[in-house]
C-alpha cells in the first residue's frame, strides 16, 4: 500500500519558521493528492492544506500566507513551510494521501504517523 512517513517537527518560537516533509513510499500511484491535517490538544482534527496532482493548492484561512505547500512528484515528498508560526499552531501535523478522480475521492486513504510542532515562547 502506500507508506507517510513525516518529518521536520519541533518546538519554534512565535514568528519562527518550520518545515515539514511527507515521504510517500509503497504504492505511491494509488494515490494522486496530499494534503495536510493538524490535531491540536483536546480539538478535533482540521484540515490545513492541500495541493492536487497538478499542483493546485488551497489553504485553510488560519494559515493562508503563511504556511505553503508543495510537492515533488519525482521524489513522492510533500512539504508544508510554515512561516511566521503563532502558538495556535501549535498541533499534530498529519500527512494524508488520497486519490481524486473528477473532483470527488477515490479508493483508500492513507495517513501518516504525524510530527509534533509547538510554538511557543
Keep these: 500500500q502506500v507508506q507517510l512517513?513525516?518529518?521536520?517537527?519541533?518546538?519554534v518560537q512565535p514568528g519562527?519558521?518550520?518545515r515539514l516533509s511527507c515521504a510517500a513510499?509503497?504504492?505511491?500511484f494509488s494515490i494522486n493528492?496530499?494534503?495536510w491535517y493538524?490535531?491540536?490538544?483536546?480539538k478535533q482534527r482540521e484540515w490545513v492544506a492541500g495541493i492536487t496532482n497538478g499542483g493546485s493548492t488551497s489553504y485553510a484561512d488560519s494559515v493562508k500566507g503563511?504556511?505553503?505547500?508543495?510537492?515533488d512528484n519525482a521524489k513522492n515528498t510533500v512539504t508544508l513551510q510554515m512561516n511566521s508560526l503563532k502558538p495556535e499552531?501549535?498541533?499534530?501535523y498529519y500527512c494524508y494521501g488520497?486519490?481524486?478522480v473528477s473532483g470527488l475521492r477515490v479508493g483508500s486513504d492513507y495517513w501518516g504517523q504525524g510530527t509534533q510542532v509547538t510554538v511557543s515562547s
Design 38 to 42: 493538524r490535531q491540536a490538544p483536546g
Design 5 to 11: 512517513v513525516e518529518s521536520g517537527g519541533g518546538l
Design 33 to 35: 493528492a496530499m494534503a
Design 16 to 18: 519562527g519558521i518550520l
Design 25 to 28: 513510499s509503497g504504492s505511491t
Design 66 to 71: 503563511r504556511f505553503t505547500i508543495s510537492r
Design 98 to 100: 488520497y486519490r481524486v
Design 89 to 92: 499552531d501549535t498541533a499534530v
